[in-house]
């Protein structure tokens, strides 16, 4: 089992940058690793995801040109580069990682993950 901390979230001006981290306590080469958000009185919602390697990345309609996955293993984290932040963008982000993940369909899917962070808040003023 692998622990994840992210950091990185606060608030910023609409069309502002930021950027999330998610730190894994062991080895995150081994996991799938996917950002989701959850606004007041909304369901969770995919945001973005990437493969064990890197090689493949996956980013909801909604974030695409704007928000961009990576990570970097070697030093056991991920990250997802916000620009042009929207008030709607608002929400609380939640890092999150699991090993079994096979078919693309799962990548965005929150009950396929079975490791979560604690989020981190994100708020957009207008």
């Known amino acids: 089992q692998v622990q994840l901390v992210e950091s990185g979230g606060g608030l910023v001006q609409a069309g502002g940058s930021l950027r999330l981290s998610c730190a894994a306590s062991?080895?995150?080469?081994?996991?799938?690793v996917g950002w989701f958000r959850q606004a007041p009185g909304k369901e969770r919602e995919f945001v973005a995801a990437?493969?064990?390697?890197?090689?493949?990345?996956y980013h909801a309609n909604f974030v695409k040109g704007r928000f961009t996955i990576s990570r970097d293993n070697a030093r056991n984290t991920a990250y997802l580069q916000m620009n042009s932040l929207k008030p709607e963008d608002t929400a609380v982000y939640y890092c999150?990682?699991?090993?079994?993940?096979?078919?693309?369909?799962?990548?965005?899917?929150?009950?396929?993950?079975?490791?979560w962070g604690q989020g981190t808040q994100v708020t957009v003023s207008s």
């Open positions: 999150a990682a699991d090993e079994d993940i096979k078919y693309g369909f799962e990548y965005y899917s929150p009950g396929k993950y079975d490791q």
């Open positions: 062991g080895r995150i080469s081994d996991y799938t």
């Open positions: 990437i493969s064990r390697r890197g090689g493949n990345k």
